[in-house]
């Protein structure tokens, strides 16, 4: 009898767990957090590189797998985005930071908190430039120089913009 009440809990739990009715909870807010990742990925895909004709995508400097969305309150997100330079002494990666931190805070529709970080082992001075790209002053500050913006500007627009 001990046996049939095991085996008919343990099926129980199963149909449950499959119907979404246990355990669904953290599925459907994975799932969610999958679906924020992806629609960020969107974003950041079109990007230009600031010295050849591709797109960040094209040159493999972002991938899908580099986004990360996590939920901080209802309706408010934490992003993660970890590229990397297409070179380990790459001069440019500052400016491709600075391109995905323009071009998310204009086109997310959702209340974010935005980290961008170069991976782990991809730059020579990835410290020194995750700072950077991560200080808000920074970033306002060579958001004004007209230059910089310009080169920006042609980065973040998509071409039929």
């Known amino acids: 009898m001990e046996i049939v009440l095991s085996y008919l809990s343990s ?3 199963k149909v449950l767990q499959l119907s979404g009715l246990v355990g669904g909870r953290n599925v459907l807010r994975n799932k969610k957090m999958d679906e924020k990742a992806l629609e960020v990925y969107d974003v ?5 590189d600031p010295e050849k004709p591709n797109t960040l995508e094209e ?9 990360e969305v996590q939920e901080l309150k209802e309706d408010e997100y934490l992003i993660i985005i970890k590229f990397s ?3 380990p002494h790459c001069s440019l990666a500052t400016l491709i930071g600075l391109c995905l931190q323009v071009k998310l ?3 997310l529709p959702f209340k974010h908190k935005l980290e961008i970080y170069i991976s782990e082992g991809t730059h020579s001075t990835e410290e020194d430039i995750n700072k950077q790209i991560n200080d808000k002053e920074r970033v306002a500050a060579a958001m004004e120089n007209p230059n910089l913006r310009e080169i920006v500007e042609q980065c973040v627009t998509e071409p039929d913009d």
């Open 59 to 67: 040159l493999e400097v972002v991938t899908e797998k580099c986004v």
């Open 85 to 87: 330079p297409t070179v």
């Open 11 to 13: 099926t129980v739990t």
């Open 44 to 48: 950041i895909r079109s990007i230009r």
């Open 105 to 107: 805070q204009r086109c």
